[in-house]
């Protein structure tokens, strides 16, 4: 069974900055469990030493509705 916890919000550069400095404290401090603020929740998670990550940049321009970039970050490991 899987638990899918998620949240959309808009943030301005210095806030979204932050919350990224504050997770990569969690996982920083090398404790077993790692917590992972998602809109009003906490999720506590058991990453091992070694982590996967995926990095995926897209730049997109339309005429029609203007330019888009996006970032997608994806850590992922067994527990």
Request: glycine share 4%; proline share 6%; no cysteine.
């Amino acid at each position: 069974m899987a638990q899918r916890t998620t949240a959309d919000e808009t943030l301005p550069r210095e806030e979204l900055a932050a919350y990224l400095q504050d997770l990569a404290t969690e996982f920083e401090h090398g404790d077993e469990t790692v917590s992972v603020p998602v809109g009003n929740k906490n999720v506590s998670l058991n990453p091992p030493q070694n982590v996967d990550i995926s990095v995926e940049v897209v730049e997109r321009s339309s005429m029609l509705r203007g330019n888009r970039e996006t970032v997608d970050i994806e850590l992922s490991w067994k527990p």
